[in-house]
């Protein structure tokens, strides 16, 4: 059974700082790799997904890397904003038994102005 | 392109009455999932639909919960009897499973907004 874990549970910094987000998993036979993000009261939105095949994604001031190996996945978010405030949930797909999600427990993210 | 529609969006009901949530997936998305997320836990997968069909159900209290897919569009998810432990936001999400999306891996699962149950 894949068992995702997210380091840290909560994290607060400053306006402007940039940070990073972790997330293992122990199942290496991965089919890929999403990040989500999850505000208050509201679905999850998806930022970054990687293909197994890939080592990592950027969309703005995102970018998401995997490491299959090691099975360790970051998102690193630059000079980081209020509006960034949210939790973020990393979840892995397995080649097989399904195509459903292992989601992690997330990362509480606040962004202080 | 409307997104995953679901409600009730809130529900508040006391231990061993029935409840009922209702999912509209994206259109022409073939399946549609149900998630249960615990407070501080991410998600967990309760039943997927591929069309009308279970893809799977394993992870679903099948002596209080049910879910049908009627015509292989809306979906509803029942709980009957309910229990504390039923506290949860139920998250419906639809993906379009393409054959060529699944080659390259990107196919992905869009969400609603969720609906959060508190039982009492």
């Known amino acids: 059974k894949q068992e995702v874990t997210q380091i840290p549970a909560a994290l607060s910094v400053p306006e402007g700082e940039n940070l990073v987000l972790n997330c293992s998993f122990t199942d290496s036979a991965i089919y890929n790799l999403q990040w989500f993000r999850q505000d208050p009261g509201k679905g999850l939105t998806s930022l970054l997904l990687?293909?197994?095949?890939?080592r990592e994604q950027t969309s703005g001031r995102l970018n998401a890397s995997l490491d299959k190996s090691s099975g360790r996945s970051t998102l690193y978010i630059a000079a980081s904003q209020p509006g960034d405030s949210a939790t973020y949930l990393c979840?892995?797909?397995?080649?097989?038994?399904?195509?459903?999600?292992?989601f992690g427990t997330g990362t509480s993210l606040t962004v202080i102005p | 392109e409307a997104g995953v529609a679901q409600s009730p969006r809130y529900k508040i009901i006391e231990k061993r009455q029935s409840v009922a949530f209702w999912c509209n997936p994206i259109?022409?998305?073939?399946?549609l999932y149900w998630y249960q997320q615990i407070l501080g836990q991410g998600p967990k997968l309760l039943i997927q639909f591929q069309n009308n069909g279970v893809v799977d159900d394993s992870q679903l209290p099948k002596d209080r919960f049910s879910a049908e897919r009627l015509k292989g569009v809306d979906s509803t998810l029942k709980i009957q009897p309910a229990k504390l432990e039923d506290s949860a936001v139920y998250l419906c999400a639809s993906s379009t499973t393409s054959g060529r999306a699944i080659l390259q891996g990107t196919d992905t699962q869009y969400f609603g907004p969720g609906t959060r149950l508190t039982v009492l």
């Open positions: 979840a892995v797909r397995l080649l097989v038994g399904g195509n459903q999600f292992y």
């Open positions: 259109s022409g998305h073939a399946t």
């Open positions: 990687i293909q197994s095949s890939q």
